[in-house]
């Protein structure tokens, strides 16, 4: 499974982004896939997770009710929209898939395939 994600950029306080994660490999859109940032100085957590077939989501706390994780129809690309964005938002989000199909977590060290990462920075 290769992971690709992008939408990356510099917005204001209140702004909205969506990012992008392109997967692609063998049987890619039987993968749940999860969102995680590493903001400055701390450790990577996880914020969003969708299962394979787009139909169970999971928030982190600190974004729910702001930010929309979901799947094209082909299930080969998995979107983060994000709005009301705080300038605690800030950080590098990667995309992810768990190292077998079919299995639908939040916890980091489940997940074996990596996107390489797209910048946020929200100012104030």
């Known amino acids: 499974v290769q992971l690709q994600a992008s939408g990356g950029g510099t917005v204001q306080a209140g702004d909205s982004l969506k990012l992008s994660c392109a997967a692609s490999?063998?049987?890619?859109?039987?993968?749940?896939m999860g969102w995680f940032r590493q903001a400055p100085g701390k450790e990577r957590e996880f914020v969003a997770v969708?299962?394979?077939?787009?139909?169970?989501?999971y928030y982190a706390d600190s974004v729910k009710g702001r930010f929309t994780i979901s799947r094209s129809s082909a299930q080969t690309t998995v979107y983060l929209q994000m709005n009301s964005l705080k300038p605690e938002d800030t950080a590098v989000y990667y995309c992810?898939?768990?190292?077998?199909?079919?299995?639908?977590?939040?916890?980091?060290?489940?997940?074996?395939?990596w996107g390489q990462g797209t910048l946020v920075t929200v100012s104030s």
């Open positions: 992810a898939a768990p190292s077998r199909s079919n299995i639908y977590t939040i916890s980091e060290s489940t997940y074996k395939y």
């Open positions: 490999g063998r049987a890619v859109n039987s993968y749940s």
């Open positions: 969708i299962s394979f077939s787009g139909t169970s989501t």
